[in-house]
């Protein structure tokens, strides 16, 4: 589903990411993990085409077996890939019902979506309000959290990159996040978690862990890792 190979990613002049290599397959749900300002979310901008991050010339990103380096973040977006953002921006103006319209065009009549949006913000806990208002304007932390878990059900992307879904979100709100995101996945899609932190691992199972330190993968694994990490830190992996 997903193959990096060689990765290399400078913001600006800065190199962040070190020839980084991570394969995830399709149907997998895939945890990448790793202390503060380890390169994460630089991986997930990459990953997603955000200009701003510059991939070098050796390395490559594969979707489905071609590659979208070159892409930009619209057509990575067609294909099927949906970023969560760890600090989503608001969007004066647009409500959440507007973006799932312009994202769901000619694929859900807008009835059928809006009825299917109430029912979803029903399921995470949200009022239905939140669907009529901007996005994310003055939104709370488990309310953004919970947006973007939203959008996630409504457009059902192939691969789902969530970068720390969890920051901002109380127990609570990080139970009925995490099912909500088990329930409506399909089989053949994929999820990428990134997190710091094991919570949402009790309920949404990985098959594959991965733990970057300093903008490579430091180490690979299955879930007993997660559990390692939780035990000993990740000074001590
Ligand atoms: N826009 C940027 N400008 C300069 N440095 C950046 C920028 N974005 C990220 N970095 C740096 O890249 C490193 C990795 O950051 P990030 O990918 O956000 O880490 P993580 O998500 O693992 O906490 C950090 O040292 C951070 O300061
Ligand atoms: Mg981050």
Redesign the pocket.
Known sequence: MLELSNLSVK??S?P?LKRLSLHIRKGEIAVLM?P????????AHAIAGNP?FTVGRNGNILFEGKSIKNLPPEKRAKLGIFLSF?NPLPLPGVSVLDLLRLAREGKEDPLTLRTRAKAYAKELGIDESLLFRSIHDGFSGGEKKKVEALQAGILAPKLLILDEIDSGADVDALRKIARFLGKHRTKESSILIITHSTRILRYLKPDRVFV?REGAIARSGTSVLATEIEKKGFENI
């Open positions: 913001v600006g800065k962040i790793g503060n300002g380890s390169g994460k979310s630089t991986l701003n760890q970057m």
